[in-house]
């Protein structure tokens, strides 16, 4: 198959995402598959063998059989460029527009899981308006949540945009920080326990499946921040999660409900909260969900699969047949009668 592999992108991920692609198209060459890769520069252009690519609509990309997007945060994994491989009309790996921009969107996602009654942690969302208006009130509703505070940009992503506060005095300031980057803000209780993830694969829901789940420990303790994500040696996968097998069980479900509720496609990391020793007994969590999960061999999703018995080229092409059986949404047909 021809397969175009999407890396770079403009997002702050930019050189994590190039070494995704590198990785994908490497392992989708030793199955045997024709890649054309495809570099979204920081200046926004997309440039095949260094020459930009003419994009039309309905033109296809590059005669690819399938594109695999490998690309994180904004402009590549909330759906813009979903959108624009819609109207290429080219299959492609992954979420589709909705469910991507929802997922990458934290208040949104937030609200929309709440909706659903999916457990979470409890939070308030600020707009930039609303601090404007009664900053008071603001501080007042936060009062109630355990802390720290977690103060997130609902843009934000790579545990950048976001910050745990402790002080009631920080807590504006925080907020303020936050809004730089976003008009958006929530502000969430702390989760205590451990964070547990799992990796998603497949399409409709009774055809998906879910990973063994596995534990994050970051290096030195504390939380998962920026140096832990991307630093080598900053945090350590424990998969399987040491967790008693009822609550295993729980996870994937919770992991597999939170994928079909952001109607998610092909693949996702989704990762939780859990706290054996909550006082109701163990509690378990939804964090977020991740529709373009890091992707080389050795990222957490890999990592999961390989835990659950689906090596990497494996799991590559099971990715292109899930992407390839996927219902287009364009063109909209009049129903038969
Ligand atoms: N409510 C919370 N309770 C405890 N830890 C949290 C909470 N929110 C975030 N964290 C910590 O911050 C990390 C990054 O937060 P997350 O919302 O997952 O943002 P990102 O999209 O940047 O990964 C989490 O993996 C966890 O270590
Ligand atoms: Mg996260």
Same mark, same amino acid.
């Given at each position: 198959?021809?397969?175009?592999?999407?890396?770079g992108?403009?997002?702050l991920?930019?050189d994590?995402?190039?070494r995704?692609?590198?990785a994908?198209a490497?392992?989708?060459a030793?199955?045997?598959?024709e890649?054309? @890769?495809v570099?979204l520069a920081?200046d926004?252009?997309w440039?095949h063998?260094? /020459?930009p690519?003419?994009?039309?609509?309905?033109?296809?990309?590059l005669?690819?059989d399938?594109v695999?997007?490998?690309?994180h945060g904004?402009g590549g994994?909330d759906g813009?460029v979903?959108?624009m491989?819609?109207l290429?009309d080219v299959p492609?790996?992954?979420s589709g527009?909705l469910s991507?921009?929802?997922?990458?969107d934290?208040?949104a996602?937030?609200?929309s899981a709440?909706a659903?009654?999916?457990?979470?942690v409890?939070?308030v969302s600020v707009?930039? /308006?609303?601090? !404007?208006? /009664?900053? !008071?009130a603001v501080?007042?509703?936060?009062?109630?949540?355990?802390?720290p505070?977690?103060?997130k940009?609902?843009?934000?992503?790579?545990?950048l945009?976001?910050?745990?506060v402790?002080?009631?005095a920080?807590?504006?300031?925080?907020?303020?920080?936050?809004?730089?980057y976003?008009?958006?803000v929530?502000?969430e209780a702390s989760?205590s326990g451990?964070?547990?993830e799992c990796?998603?694969?497949?399409?409709p829901?009774g055809d +998906?499946r879910?990973s063994v789940p596995?534990?994050?420990v970051v290096t030195?303790?504390?939380?998962?921040d920026h140096?832990?994500?991307?630093?080598e040696?900053g945090?350590?996968?424990?998969a399987?999660?040491? @967790?008693?097998?009822?609550?295993a069980?729980?996870?994937?479900?919770?992991?597999l409900?939170?994928?079909?509720h952001?109607?998610c496609?092909? @693949?996702?990391?989704?990762d939780?909260?859990?706290d054996?020793d909550a006082?109701?007994?163990?509690?378990v969590?939804l964090n977020?969900?991740?529709?373009?999960?890091g992707? +080389?061999?050795?990222s957490v999703y890999a990592q999961?699969?390989g835990?659950?018995?689906?090596?990497?080229?494996e799991?590559?092409?099971e990715?292109?047949?899930?992407?390839l059986s996927?219902p287009?949404?364009?063109p909209?047909e009049?129903?038969?009668?």
């Open positions: 198959m021809r397969v175009a592999v999407l890396g992108g403009r997002s991920e930019h994590v995402s190039l995704g692609a590198m994908v490497e392992g989708l030793e199955r045997g598959h890649v054309v @890769l570099d920081r926004g252009r440039l063998l260094g /020459e690519v003419s994009l039309t609509p309905g033109g296809g990309l005669g690819a399938c695999f997007p490998v690309l904004p994994e813009s979903q959108g491989l819609e290429l492609y790996v992954g527009v991507s921009a929802l997922s990458l934290k208040l996602a937030k609200d709440k659903a009654g999916i457990p979470q409890d939070y707009s930039a /308006e609303r601090w !404007e208006r /009664e900053p !008071e501080l007042a509703a936060a009062a109630p949540l355990a802390r505070w977690w103060v940009a609902a843009a934000g992503g790579s545990s945009g976001m910050e745990p402790s002080d009631d920080e807590l504006g300031p925080a907020i303020e920080r936050c809004l730089q976003d008009q958006r929530i502000i989760a451990v964070e547990v990796a998603i694969l497949g399409g829901p +998906t879910v596995g534990q994050i030195g303790g504390g939380w998962y140096e832990a994500k991307y630093t040696g945090m350590q996968l424990l399987p999660a040491p @967790l008693p097998e009822p609550v069980e729980e996870v994937k479900a919770l992991c409900q939170a994928f079909a952001a109607d496609h092909g @693949l996702a990391r989704v939780c909260f859990v054996l006082p109701g007994g163990p509690s969590l977020e969900i991740n529709t373009l999960p992707f +080389t061999a050795t999961l699969w835990a659950t018995g689906i090596p990497y080229g799991l590559l092409d990715l292109l047949a899930v992407a996927r287009r949404r364009l909209l009049t129903p038969q009668a």
